[in-house]
């Protein structure tokens, strides 16, 4: 089975270079990387924002969505610098 080669715009300025990681057709390119860590800490962020104090919150509710906001900050850390959850290690069993 052939393996699948991401495909860029053509107007993308992406090389082969900027692509650190490819398994199957899913390319893990730097601004695929900042984008989903951009994702990911906008939400910690709009978690914090709607658990301020001045809201009449529930203080269980504010300890759990703080913490929960924590852990998609740690999570957009790991996808920038593609840590675990977020690392592949390649096997390719073709070349066996």
């Known amino acids: 089975m052939e393996r699948l080669k991401p495909r860029h715009?053509?107007?993308?300025?992406?090389t082969s270079s900027d692509i650190r990681e490819t398994t199957g057709n899913h390319a893990d390119c730097f601004?695929?990387?900042l984008t989903g860590a951009g994702c990911l800490t906008a939400t910690a962020i709009y978690l914090f924002y709607q658990t301020r104090?001045?809201?009449p919150v529930k203080r269980n509710t504010r300890i759990f969505s703080?913490?929960?906001?924590?852990?998609?900050?740690?999570?957009?850390?790991?996808?920038?610098?593609?840590l675990p959850p977020f690392s592949r290690r390649h096997t390719d069993s073709a070349t066996r």
């Open 9 to 14: 715009p053509p107007g993308s300025t992406e």
């Open 53 to 55: 104090n001045s809201l």
């Open 31 to 33: 601004s695929c990387r």
């Open 66 to 82: 703080r913490v929960f906001a924590t852990g998609l900050l740690g999570l957009a850390v790991a996808r920038l610098f593609t």
